[in-house]
């Protein structure tokens, strides 16, 4: 059995740029992300997913300090980066996670890959947004399922956001493609649109740099979350943004793509 993790990375961004190369305590967000996925106990490899852009160079010089093996490729097909990174190993499992979520926490991929081990009924397993703060989004699925999606897909947005093709015909959905299942937290609710840890804005960074400062990079989330509980100005700085603005923008202006 062979599980794969990939995150993806990238220079570029429109809200926030170069927001994953931004520094607290002498090291940046993506070091922080990495270091603490490395921490999960199930990987088997770690590689970072990223773009053939110029800024692609400052991704490559953290992974190589960090020694996580990377893969470039399309800035706009996301997917076919993702399937690009995952294809050469021939993992049974891949875990899609995202950079722009420094403090992942390695409990959750824990959980949520052993889940999808335990039930391999499911082609596809993810942290329920209605349970799960903003910022720890997980993702556990056969590789058979990504490259069907690969092959499949032919929305600019399933190609733009990977696993949308996946989901949206999934059993979780209503759809009869995939069997689906949205891992719940068994630490209750906290809905994604209440609980950002996540970093998009300038004011997502003010709080992700708090907490860091405050609290330090090896705690878990409940932890994190409790702490802008208590300080409610910080919770406050960030609460007004919704999950998934992007892959919003992306259905407003979607398309079919010749691949």
Known sequence: MKVLAITQARYGSTRLPAKILK?????????????RILQANPIDKLKIATT?????K?????????????????????LSRFYG?????????????????????????????????EHPEYDYVHTDAKCFPDGLDTE?????????????????SEREHVTP??????????????????????EGEYNADDYRITIDEPEDFEVIK?????????????EYIDYLLEHKELYALNSR???????????ANDQIINK
Request: aromatic share 12%; glycine share 6%.
């Open 165 to 186: 093709y996946i989901w949206k015909n999934g059993t979780a959905e209503g759809g009869t493609i995939f069997n689906t299942y949205n891992y719940p937290n068994p």
């Open 52 to 56: 053939d852009e110029e800024g692609s």
């Open 23 to 35: 520094e607290v305590n002498g090291q940046t967000l993506l070091e922080i992300h990495l270091k």
């Open 58 to 78: 400052f991704i490559v010089e953290v992974a190589n300090k960090v020694d996580v093996e990377y893969f470039k490729g399309s800035v706009d097909d996301v």
């Open 210 to 222: 708090a907490l860091i400062e405050k609290l330090g990079i090896e705690k878990g989330w409940k």
């Open 140 to 156: 556990v699925m056969k590789f058979s399922a990504i490259e069907k999606a690969y092959n499949e897909a032919n929305l600019k």
């Open 241 to 251: 943004f919704a999950n998934n603005e992007g892959y919003a923008k992306s259905i």
């Open 85 to 117: 990174t995952a294809e050469p190993e021939k993992p049974d499992y891949v875990i899609r996670l995202t950079s722009d979520c420094p403090l992942i926490d390695p409990s959750v991929i824990d959980a949520v890959v052993t889940f999808a081990i």
